[in-house]
């Protein structure tokens, strides 16, 4: 099917799409071929912008942050003297501020490393018996990774990462246009001002692009035998001592900001 751009004054609606069929006037917005502009939910799959989305606007993109993650070390805990019960190892967890973000809010992120998106709980290393995991947060001032490190009789190395911090500001109207182009500038804007030809926001990479990244499009971890294995969409695989499955990862798409 063609691809439409098509905008409706009734609705204000303003959309890219790929047409729903061939039923209908082309030139009418309510139209079944043109079903994207004014139910862009149902027919997500075909719309390529529609005002109604708020697109991931970058604001910042960090790369280059370097976290020296803290040794963990090793613990042996007497919990009980009748019986002798010791605990060995221990869990040590610690708040790391990437940056400062700068918005008068708590922003929508992304946090990058070897290439990959960083999803909540990622497993970083992995030790005989001990390991380290890392989950993304944003508050209103920082973005920032909680460490979770844990040791056995032995002790967790320390462990040095580089990231990459994309950090997204919200959408707004900045005009009162569905479309404009502005030729002197050479400015496409769609949706009131919401998109702009001449701001990044997030998209699926081209190969032109010098920096994408994976994200994965399924789980990237498995649990079997009380224990994990994490594949990233690199390739990369952490296995924890007496994982018995077989997850060999997720699928993954590149994307960009770009």
Known sequence: ????????????????????????????????R?????????????????NAFDYYQ???DTSGIVVNHALVASASTAVSS?????????????????????????????IVSNDGLIGQSSLIQVA????????P????????????????????????????????KQPVETDSYMADIDLDAGVLSMGYGKWRGDLKQLRQAVLADASPFDVPLGRTSDIRNGTSRTVL???????????????AGSASIQCSVE
Do not use: C
């Open 128 to 135: 005989s018996g001990r390991s380290r995991r890392v989950s």
């Open 82 to 110: 009748q019986p002798v019960i010791t605990r060995v190892g221990q869990v040590v967890k610690t708040n790391i501020n990437l940056l400062a973000h700068g918005l008068p809010y708590a922003p929508a992120y992304m």
């Open 137 to 168: 947060w944003a508050n209103s001032t920082h973005i920032g990774l909680l460490d979770v490190g844990i040791s056995s009789a032995s002790s967790l190395a320390a462990l040095s990462k580089t990231y990459r911090v994309i950090v997204f």
């Open 34 to 50: 043109n079903a994207p502009l004014n139910d862009p939910v149902t027919h997500l799959a075909k719309v390529r912008f529609h």
């Open 1 to 32: 099917m063609a691809y439409v751009f098509m905008n409706d004054p009734a609705t204000g609606n303003v959309a890219v799409f790929e047409e729903n069929g061939t039923s209908g006037d082309p030139e009418d917005p309510n139209s079944t």
């Open 58 to 60: 970058v604001d910042s």
């Open 233 to 247: 969409a690199d390739g990369t695989v952490f296995t924890s001592s007496g994982y018995d499955g077989s997850f």
